[in-house]
């Protein structure tokens, strides 16, 4: 048992006092051992891609039994965000995340991609394997998201009709090829592809959301929006509030569990004390990633 139960308690009032059977959770990070552990090393030392932010990770845990907190929070469905910082690491996070998947039926089973010669195969493989959803990060991966070499790529994946979760916007900190731009590229030649931004684009909210206005397929994540943390530095801004409800049918829970430096339960809290209602909580929190999923 690990010591999370008042949490756990106080998670489950959360969703049931909605009427849900739990939460879809489409942003948590599962990865191979030794890799999670570069990961937190890189947030205790401050690495410049956190922004120089103190990012104390909370929830350090073994992986079955980080597995098993999200179980115990009523997480129904979560995925194993896994993504590659260069070239031929993509392919064996692929072969780990199929046997996470495999060992974890609750995960989605999730595959990565980078800008590199076969790309186009091994996405091709993955998704022929049963992945459900990719993660891309253009911050940690320096690359640009309408490179050449993914084209092919993007095309499979919007002809599978298979979710993407981009790490896009320029927070924490900007990487090269962050921002709206790239994003509209690659949508203009794939319009139906199924891009869920990351952290709804923090810090380029407002331009995340146009996109997401102009193309139907395009999703936005919670994940650390709207929490203490990053309204500190990152505010969204209240003006685009409105927007938010507009889009309710395409916002989904992530959260970053266990990367986040605070409780899972204070992403819920931010998002209910938006005010946007018990309707708009439902969608975002369980709805809205179940039909996506077919859960
Ligand atoms: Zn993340």
């Not at 469905?77 to 974890?104: C, E, I, Q």
């Not at 022929?128 to 891309?136: L, N, P, S, T």
């Not at 993007?154 to 790490?167: K, M, N, R, S």
Request: charged share 25%; glycine share 10%; proline share 8%.
């Amino acid at each position: 048992m690990n010591d999370h139960g008042d949490e756990r308690d106080e998670i489950r009032r959360f969703w049931s006092r909605l009427g849900l059977p739990g939460l879809v959770d489409v942003h948590t990070h599962f990865m191979p051992e030794r890799v999670l552990r570069k990961v937190w090393e890189y947030f205790d030392a401050l690495g410049p891609l956190t922004g120089g932010l103190e990012w104390p990770i909370t929830y350090r845990e073994e992986e079955t039994e980080r597995a098993g907190i999200l179980r115990e929070f009523g997480v129904r469905a979560f995925t194993s965000m896994l993504y590659p910082h260069k070239p031929g690491m993509a392919r064996w996070l692929n072969d780990w995340a199929v046997d996470f998947a495999r060992r974890t039926p609750d995960c989605l089973h999730t595959a990565t991609l980078f800008p590199e010669p076969g790309v186009e195969a091994y996405v091709r493989e993955a998704v022929e394997a049963g992945a459900r959803v990719f993660k891309a990060h253009v911050q940690v991966g320096a690359y640009d998201p309408a490179d050449e070499l993914l084209r092919p790529a993007w095309g499979v994946l919007a002809e599978a009709g298979i979710p993407v979760v981009i790490h896009c916007g320029s927070g924490p900190a900007p990487g090269k090829h962050t921002g709206p731009e790239p994003i509209a590229r690659v949508l203009a030649q794939h319009p139906r592809l199924r891009l869920i931004v990351a952290h709804l684009g923090m810090p380029e909210y407002e331009e995340f959301l146009d996109l997401a206005e102009r193309y139907g397929e395009v999703r936005l994540d919670t994940t650390m929006a709207f929490t203490d943390f990053s309204e500190g530095f990152m505010p969204f801004p209240r003006r685009a509030l409105p927007r938010l409800a507009g889009l309710g049918d395409r916002i989904l829970l992530g959260s970053d569990f266990p990367n986040i430096p605070y409780p899972y339960a204070h992403q819920l809290h931010a998002l209910e004390r938006l005010g946007l209602g018990e309707d708009w909580l439902r969608a975002v929190c369980h709805d809205n990633g179940a039909k996506l999923f077919g859960l």
